[in-house]
Structures are given as structure tokens and as C-alpha cells.
């Protein structure tokens, strides 16, 4: 299928466009989960130089995702997913557990713990499924935003691959959004940065889809610096 071949709604069945249609609302930008008043550290490269057009945000961006906390979120999310689609609540409490010690400062862990809290309260309260609360009780950690992500698709029964990409997109594309009002890009630059990652964000799924949790790590150091930096930051328009 070629972009300019129309699609027909007799092309997803039922299932397909339910989980579609949660899946476009959960990983939107309009889904009150806060990921708008957080950087990532963003705002302490824009401000120490490291990121001053579209070229070094696309740079930037590309090795967060594929060598930092992309890939392992990404990773978190799958064995989550997993632990949750089989009711294991030992290993959905276990992969909860790592995936919080893994964050590396204090302004991230603020970050991903608020939007996982966020995303369980909201799926809840709206979304609820059976078996969730039990999942969500198993977990000793405060769940991180990909591991909520993940038990929450699980529960609902999205399909796991799907929920990947469009949670990566969603990460990349709240990262774009920050840098947008920080550097500033226009609205078209941002959508070029956005068209440069497409194939970052689907390598960086396959990787987590066939990732063990021993394969987790991470090589971004001057990305965690920043994140540890903005801690410090004079002047900031975002929480991390």
C-alpha cells in the first residue's frame, strides 16, 4: 500500500480499531498525563549549546532513543506488557522494581513516576479493565510511565507491537515539542526532526521486542548530565 491508497474502515476489524482508537487517545498529547512540563534534560543542552538547530536536536534525539532511556523504556514497557498479559506477579513486581532504580537522577524519577501515577489513575478511573487493580497492587514500585503503559495495554488486550511504536512516538515526539518552544523550531522543523527519527523509532522497537532485561543499558552520558544539571538550571521552563 502506497501513502496516496485509501483506506477503507472495512480494513480493521473490530478489535483493531478498538485498540487503535485507545491507543491514539492514551500516547495524545491531550491525555492528562503532564508530559508537557518535562524536558528530559532538553532545556540544559539547548542552554549549554549542545543542541542549537534541527540537525543537533535529530542527533540528540537519535541517540537518547536508541542508546539511552528510549531503548530501555522501551524494554521496560515489553517485559511489563508481558508479566501482566500472563498475570506473573512476581515478575510484573520484579521488571517495576528495576525499571524505577534505573532512572538516573532525581528530576527524571519525578518525571516517569508523576506520568505512570497519572496514566493508572486516568485508566482507572476511565479505562478500567478486569484484572488491572491486581496487576497494579502486585507492583512493590511506584510504576513508571512505560511499565503503566504497558500493564495497561496488557490489560486491555492491545496488541504488544503496536503499543510499542506508538508509546516510542509518543516519547519522541513530547521531546520534539519541548525543544520546539526552547530553541525555538517552527512547526515545520519539527515535523522534519519527527520524519528523521521514523526509522530510529521502528529500530529501536524491534530491539525491545526481542530484548532480555539483561540487554538493558545505557551510553548517553552527556544526556544524563544534563538531566542531572537541570537540577541546578538558573532559569527553567520545565521540570526536567
Known amino acids: 500500500m502506497t501513502t496516496n491508497e485509501p483506506v ?14 485507545r491507543l491514539m487517545t492514551w500516547l495524545s498529547p491531550a491525555f492528562p498525563v503532564g508530559g508537557f ?13 549542545d543542541i542549537v538547530d534541527t540537525a543537533t536536536l535529530a542527533d540528540w534525539l537519535d541517540a537518547m532513543l536508541s542508546d539511552g532511556s528510549g531503548f530501555c523504556d522501551a524494554t521496560f514497557l515489553v517485559h511489563a506488557y508481558r508479566a501482566a498479559e500472563v498475570a ?15 532512572v538516573p537522577s532525581r528530576e527524571r524519577q519525578l518525571e516517569t513516576t508523576s506520568q505512570g501515577r497519572a496514566f493508572i489513575d486516568i485508566a482507572r478511573a476511565a ?4 484484572g488491572l487493580d491486581a496487576m497494579v497492587s502486585a507492583c512493590r514500585a511506584p510504576l513508571v510511565y512505560p511499565v503503566a503503559v ?32 526552547l530553541i525555538p523550531l517552527g512547526q515545520t522543523d519539527s515535523q522534519r526532526v519527527l520524519v528523521r527519527l521514523e526509522a530510529a523509532v521502528a529500530a529501536t522497537a524491534d530491539r525491545a521486542l526481542h530484548a532480555t532485561l539483561d540487554d538493558l543499558g545505557s551510553a548517553t ?11 541546578t538550571q538558573y532559569t527553567r521552563l520545565f521540570r526536567s
Open 88 to 102: 506473573e506477579e512476581t515478575a510484573l513486581s520484579d521488571v517495576a522494581e528495576l525499571a524505577a532504580a534505573f
Open 8 to 21: 477503507g474502515a472495512g480494513d480493521l476489524d473490530k478489535g483493531e480499531a478498538a485498540a487503535l482508537y
Open 127 to 130: 479505562w478500567d479493565a478486569d
Open 221 to 231: 552520558f552527556r544526556a544524563d548530565l544534563a538531566s542531572l544539571r537541570h537540577e
Open 150 to 181: 504497558g500493564v495497561v495495554a496488557a490489560m486491555h488486550g492491545v496488541p504488544l507491537a503496536p503499543t510499542l511504536h506508538a508509546f516510542l512516538h509518543a516519547l519522541v515526539s513530547n521531546w520534539i515539542s519541548a525543544a520546539s518552544r
Open 37 to 49: 512540563s518535562y524536558s528530559s534534560g532538553i532545556e540544559w543542552a539547548v542552554e549549554a549549546g
